[in-house]
């Protein structure tokens, strides 16, 4: 409602544009008032359910740092709407788009709450953008046996990744970081990586059912994953993984916010003052900042999430940047190739250690938990893991032996998709051998995934989101 009576007024704003000037009237600033007072009024209902509680504890987590173990306020516990960060994003690109005049204004606010809250997307996304996905919600969708199929298939493969290695990975994680004060240092790193996989399993395997199922109704999504642990470096992590979040960060925050009047003030007295390069940089380093702190506070009120999902990354991006310059003298001058294959396998493990060290923020209960396992694991050894073995972390030797069996089948498949679709290919093949591969998987689902007391595979990590 919020989001369509401010693109009413955004419209109608720009329809009297000469009547308002006439008057004495600036539309301009006008419609810049009904921008912001949309997207406070959206950003107030998102904060005010599901952020209260971090400036709550915040307040009371100084408070203990001095010494008070007084409790200034107390939490609010209330149930959060299904999807909330999610719809509230794509509303406001709306409002922005129409704002900016990229995208028409949707007059009918049945159609606008069918975009909205358009049910597969509400529970991990992706976000959508209306000017590009909007439109296909108000078309007539016929039923297209190639769209079912193949829209069925990549609910199976979602289903997989789900069923088969993330409920199992979810194990050993809850094992190691339930009771980490129990485990050498090496078992944090072991648990840490499979926490890793769990996540992009859970979170890409969401993503294959809801695009798959989107798919199967004739509506095409945009994807939100594009096989993000063969990134090179953290940037191209960031374009991997959570595609949409990404984009929509950088179109309504950081492009924005470099353009306000404060940056370019900004810039130009850093650029007179450092010169043309440096002074641009720091600008926009400065800009990144507060698009990584909105990053990790968009995952949850907590300061483990800035951390671990925002501002870590940010200090990784700025290292890569302000050092450049002299890796690439050092690669030069030791005469090593660029695209040598030893040099991007040794860059890939690089960004994937990396960001595993933020995972550990992620997961852990909190900050200073965070802490005490990096530290841990900083002085960790591989005999630890040699001498304690893996069978008291959750799994028997059968369920280990099928977990490391579909992770190869998962590392096969990424590798065959950076050479094309695999569907296209297996539809290629002959019948025989497409049914075979199809009944193989769905068995293999429905034989090896986790199911019954305690395991539900309608719960998903970043719903909580």
């Given amino acids: 409602m919020i989001s369509h009576l401010g693109s009413h007024f955004i419209v109608k704003t720009e329809n009297k544009r000469e009547e308002l000037k006439g008057k004495g009237k600036n539309p301009d600033v006008i419609k810049r008032y009904i921008l912001w007072v949309t997207i406070s009024g959206i950003l107030l209902f998102l904060i005010i359910i599901k952020y209260i509680n971090f400036a709550v504890n915040t307040v009371n987590g100084i408070g203990s740092l001095f010494g008070n173990n007084t409790v200034f306020f107390h939490s609010f516990n209330w149930l959060v709407p299904l999807g909330i960060s999610y719809y509230s994003l794509s509303l406001i690109g709306y409002v922005a788009d129409v704002y900016y ?24 996304g992706p976000i959508l953008k209306y000017r590009e996905d909007g439109e296909q919600f108000f078309q007539p969708h016929f039923l297209n046996y190639r769209h079912v199929t193949r829209g069925m298939q990549r609910m199976l493969w979602g289903f997989f990744k789900k069923l088969i290695i993330s409920e199992r990975m979810a194990v050993i994680v809850n094992t190691v ?143 890569g940047e302000i050092t450049a310059p002299w890796t690439g003298k050092i690669m030069n001058t030791l005469h090593i190739k660029t695209e040598s294959t030893g040099l991007r396998i040794f860059r890939i493990f690089r960004t994937f250690f990396l960001v595993n060290i933020g995972f550990v923020f992620f997961r852990a209960a909190g900050v200073l938990d965070a802490l005490k396992m990096l530290r841990a694991a900083a002085v960790s050894n591989a005999g630890e893991i040699m001498s304690g073995g893996f069978l008291h972390l959750g799994l028997d030797w059968i369920e280990i032996v099928i977990s490391a069996a579909a992770l190869f089948l998962l590392l096969l498949i990424s590798i065959m998709q950076g050479k094309g679709s695999v569907r296209d290919r297996i539809a290629g093949k002959k019948l025989f051998q497409r049914w075979v591969i199809w009944y193989a998987l769905l068995f293999m689902v429905i034989l090896l995934g986790y199911y019954g007391p305690g395991y539900s595979a309608a719960e998903f990590i970043y719903q909580g989101f």
């Fill in 101 to 124: 005049g990229i995208a028409e204004q949707e007059k009918n606010l049945g159609k606008l709450t069918v975009y909205g809250m358009y049910f597969p997307v509400m529970i991990s």
């Fill in 177 to 319: 970081y339930g009771n980490y004060l129990d485990f050498p240092g090496g078992y944090i790193w072991i648990g840490t990586i499979c926490f890793a996989f769990q996540l992009y399993t859970d979170f890409s395997g969401c993503m294959d059912i809801v695009l798959g199922m989107s798919e199967t109704f004739g509506i095409r999504l945009p994807e939100n994953f594009e096989r993000p642990f063969f990134s090179e470096n953290i940037s191209e992590y960031w374009r991997r993984w959570h595609i949409t979040l990404g984009i929509w960060m950088k179109e309504y925050v950081f492009y924005p916010l470099l353009r306000t009047s404060l940056f370019v003030k900004m810039g130009k007295k850093l650029r007179k003052r450092f010169g043309k390069k440096w002074g641009k940089q720091l600008t926009t380093f400065t800009a990144m900042f507060f698009l990584w702190f909105t990053v990790g506070i968009w995952h949850g009120g907590n300061w483990k999430y800035i951390i671990g999902s925002g501002l870590l990354h940010w200090f990784y991006i700025v290292c």
